[in-house]
């Protein structure tokens, strides 16, 4: 009675080898232990390590209550000043979390703009490494608390500290003037700008 | 090159020689079968330190997220069956290898000199393992094991002097909550396995201390090593173990009850299997009537000191004998209390629908958590809000002591009286006074009531004084004689179907169709007129006696009589069966012939609703069924 009982040949001869001379038979045994050991010791590790990628074998949805191409309503366009300040809506969903499904909960915020009757979304979440983002009216741009990433108000850098610019999201506005948001999260950190 | 990396490695750390005492211990008399045990359990125990922590990796211990997060392993995750399945089949595997390892201890007398101290070792981690099995049989924080644990707990608050401290402090409380969760959490996944790890590696230690209790008579034949020939053995009687728990996995699957719920009692609580020889102990009634303390703590605690003085005991050869004839005493004894514990069980109907119900609670939590999502309320709110599980137990207490369902109370549970006669529990049915409501409002229900009236109301004979006979002899039943032939006859086999199909369409319930289906319309014609298509008459047309207005027309077809013939106007769906039940008095229903409780006193507004949505089937959809057992 070992504790592993999985343990490999050992490169040294048995000591007390005039008493068990390796024979063929002995072989055939300790093969047949090595096998039988690796499985019983493997079995509950794959089973384990499949349970924990769970994230990576199965995409969930995080929200619920957005439209069937990802759209949910945030503003009027009314709610927008003319003169394009970026003003920070939230965006209400059910939010799905693992499981849990919470009712009517803030699932994100994004600045918008509205030029020229156009309106422009940002996500608000920093590119860099996934700070929130603040408007600075003095300076009229954005700029992030944690690492100083700093944005013009079209989005685009003003320093070298994000890899890429404020990520826009895509928008639409309905015949009741609302404003609607695909509301989406980005990779951090990297130049492209990928969906996570 | 590789040579010289296992040679500078063994310069520093000395692996080889580690290995090399590991593998190379001489067997004497040869390797055998009966020294696997100890082996098997190394290799249940590394299993539930492996599963315990993936499982870990996703379980939330909290009252509102415990049974939630297990569920979602269970249901929800990638292989959390399997994993789960695993940890919950590999810790009963090691109750029955933890017997077999001392039972092979005992027979051996490997507990004698000098090996005292290592069957005292040994001992410490059995109490260590059933420490682990009870803690972690709380966590899922289903009703089963929620009840279960409350009388493990309980019965640490009657040990003598510190009962109580014990139990508040294992509870974290006066009673069970979250942290009654976080802290058996922290012992089962902490504490409990530190402890194990520490004591198995001296009962190791110590065992290659002493070597092998080899029996005597295989002492002159020749040494084997450890390895490779026991390694085999040990391996293969590993591998026997683990085909073992997965087979359980695959055909049987861990079980997960309800959430748990301290509002309802749970009539099917019973400990694991290997513990129900101590549960039906304490419930004889000599025993009981001893005191608590006395057959949950005394008796227990007798038997384990004459365990843990065995070694003391097997110095002398009749002491041995009688360590021997103790054990075997002992499993015969629990064997036989287990026994009689399952057959009784077995024999209880109250006891298997109890099963049944928890079962199916179980499984409905899952489905609606899949469906709906659970709230932050947790999961016992949507097991609350739901009229498929609670319909049936408003059934089974507020009607089900005239009305069946199905021929049982609606939750599956027969309905009897239990009588005693000769110191002897009698059950003996107990003899519906109302109809059976099993299928109420479903189209076979409607043709009965027309063609059959008496019969589908026959149960009411037995009402007291004779009250039923106002239905039962009554107008409705009158017609209903009157009009059988005409109706069962084969010409008017279109026109009772109508007549059927415009009356369930009023119920509104699913699979009604659409309003302008020609078969209602002939149905609303024989309805008004009491003509058939085939020209035969019926003796009275309904809109003779019954009140009636379509949901889709401002005029109704017929207006009230108030002479207790019933509104048909939505006949048998939400609203008719709501307001039937809140006051089935009222000149609307059944006016003065009426004889059954108004309910709007009895139960609340959300409680008939559950009842009312439950019989009209408006529930999320489900695949399971109630009443199968019977």
Excluded at chain 2, 267 to 278: G, I, K, N, Q
Excluded at chain 2, 358 to 386: K, M, S, T, V
Aim: aromatic share 10%; with cysteine; hydrophobic share 40%.
């Amino acid at each position: 009675m070992v504790p592993e009982p999985t343990a490999e040949t050992p490169d040294t001869p048995p000591a007390t080898s005039e008493s068990v001379p390796p024979t063929r038979r002995s072989f055939i045994t300790g093969v047949s232990a090595v096998i039988a050991g690796t499985i019983v010791a493997v079995t509950p590790v794959i089973a384990g390590l499949a349970f924990f990628l769970d994230p990576l074998l199965r995409r969930r949805p995080t929200m619920q209550g957005a439209t069937e191409d990802g759209f949910l309503p945030v503003a009027t366009l009314a709610e927008l000043p003319d003169d394009g300040t970026p003003l920070r809506f939230g965006l209400s969903a059910d939010k799905v979390d693992a499981w849990n499904l919470f009712k009517n909960q803030t699932i994100g915020t994004v600045y918008l703009r509205k030029i020229n009757g156009q309106v422009i979304a940002f996500n608000d979440t920093c590119p860099h490494l996934g700070c929130k983002v603040d408007y600075k009216p003095s300076e009229h741009i954005f700029f992030c608390p944690c690492h100083a990433s700093a944005f013009k108000l079209d989005g685009e850098r003003k320093n070298e500290i994000p890899p890429r610019g404020m990520d826009t999201l895509e928008t639409r506005v309905d015949d009741k003037n609302r404003i609607w948001v695909k509301y989406e999260n980005f990779q951090r950190g990297v130049a492209e700008k990928k969906v996570v | 090159m590789l040579h010289k990396l296992h040679d500078w490695l063994d310069d520093r750390i000395g692996h080889r020689r580690l290995l090399h005492d590991a593998l190379f211990e001489p067997i004497p008399g040869g390797a055998r079968w009966r020294y696997v045990w100890g082996s098997t359990l190394v290799f249940v125990f590394v299993t539930q330190m492996i599963t315990g922590f993936f499982l870990w990796t996703a379980y939330s211990p909290s009252t509102l997220t415990a049974w939630e997060s297990v569920y979602y392993i269970q249901h929800e995750m990638s292989y959390g069956w399997l994993v789960r399945g695993i940890h919950h089949f590999a810790a009963q595997a090691m109750m029955i290898l933890l017997g077999l390892h001392f039972l092979q201890v005992v027979i051996d007398g490997a507990y004698r000199a000098p090996r005292e101290v290592n069957f005292w070792m040994g001992l410490v981690l059995l109490q260590i393992v059933l420490g682990l099995s009870l803690t972690g049989y709380l966590l899922p924080w289903d009703q089963k094991g929620y009840y279960a644990t409350q009388v493990a707990t309980n019965i640490a608050g009657v040990t003598p002097v510190v009962g109580q401290q014990v139990q508040q402090l294992a509870q974290g409380g006066a009673g069970y909550g979250h942290q009654t969760l976080t802290r058996f959490f922290a012992l089962h996944a902490g504490l409990l396995p530190a402890l194990l790890i520490g004591a198995l590696a001296a009962h190791i230690a110590v065992f290659r201390r002493h070597g092998i209790t080899v029996p005597e008579k295989h002492r002159d034949k020749p040494a084997d090593m450890f390895w490779p020939d026991q390694v085999l053995k040990d391996a293969i009687a590993c591998l026997a173990v683990l085909a073992t728990i997965l087979f359980f996995v695959v055909y049987k699957g861990a079980e997960l009850n309800g959430p748990a719920n301290p509002a309802e009692a749970y009539s099917a609580a019973r400990p694991e299997w290997y513990f129900l020889f101590l549960f039906r102990f304490l419930k004889f009634e000599a025993i009981d009537k001893l005191g608590l303390a006395f057959g949950a703590i005394y008796v227990p605690g007798a038997i384990m000191t004459v365990i843990a003085l065995m070694p003391i005991i097997g110095r002398w050869k009749m002491g041995h004998r009688f360590n021997i004839a103790f054990t075997f005493g002992l499993l015969l004894g629990a064997g036989y209390l287990t026994v009689l514990a399952l057959r009784e069980d077995a024999a209880d109907v109250d006891y298997q629908a109890a099963v049944a119900e928890a079962h199916r609670d179980g499984e409905r939590a899952a489905e609606l958590a899949h469906q709906q999502g659970i709230p932050a309320q947790g999961a016992l709110a949507l097991l609350n809000q739901d009229p498929f599980t609670q319909g049936p137990r408003l059934f089974a207490r507020a009607c089900s002591s005239c009305h069946r369902y199905n021929g049982h109370d609606g939750t599956g549970r027969l309905v009897v009286i239990t009588e005693m006669v000769d110191h002897q529990k009698i059950m003996k049915d107990s003899p519906p006074t109302a109809a059976d409501l099993g299928h109420f409002g479903s189209r076979e229900w409607t043709r009965e009531v027309l063609v059959n009236y008496h019969e589908l109301f026959v149960p009411l004979k037995n009402a007291p004084e004779g009250a039923g006979n106002r239905f039962l002899e009554g107008d409705m039943a009158t017609w209903s004689k009157d009009s059988h032939d005409v109706l069962v006859d084969k010409k008017n086999e279109e026109g009772l179907k109508a007549l059927v199909e415009f009356l369930y369409q009023q119920s509104g319930r699913e699979g009604t169709g659409m309003v302008e289906n020609p078969l209602v319309k002939t149905g609303q014609e024989i309805f008004t007129s009491g003509k058939l298509p085939s020209g035969d008459m019926l003796s009275m047309a309904c809109t003779d006696c019954h009140g009636m207005k379509l949901a889709y027309q401002e005029e109704p077809l017929s207006e009230e009589q108030g002479a207790g013939a019933p509104t048909l106007t939505g006949y048998a769906g939400y609203n008719w069966l709501k307001g039937f039940i809140n006051n089935p008095g009222h000149a609307s229903y059944y006016g003065e012939n009426n004889q059954m409780p108004a309910f709007e006193t009895r139960l609340t507004a959300e409680q008939i609703d559950l009842l009312a949505r439950w019989m009209v089937g408006d529930y999320e959809p489900t695949k399971l069924v109630i009443g199968k057992a019977h």
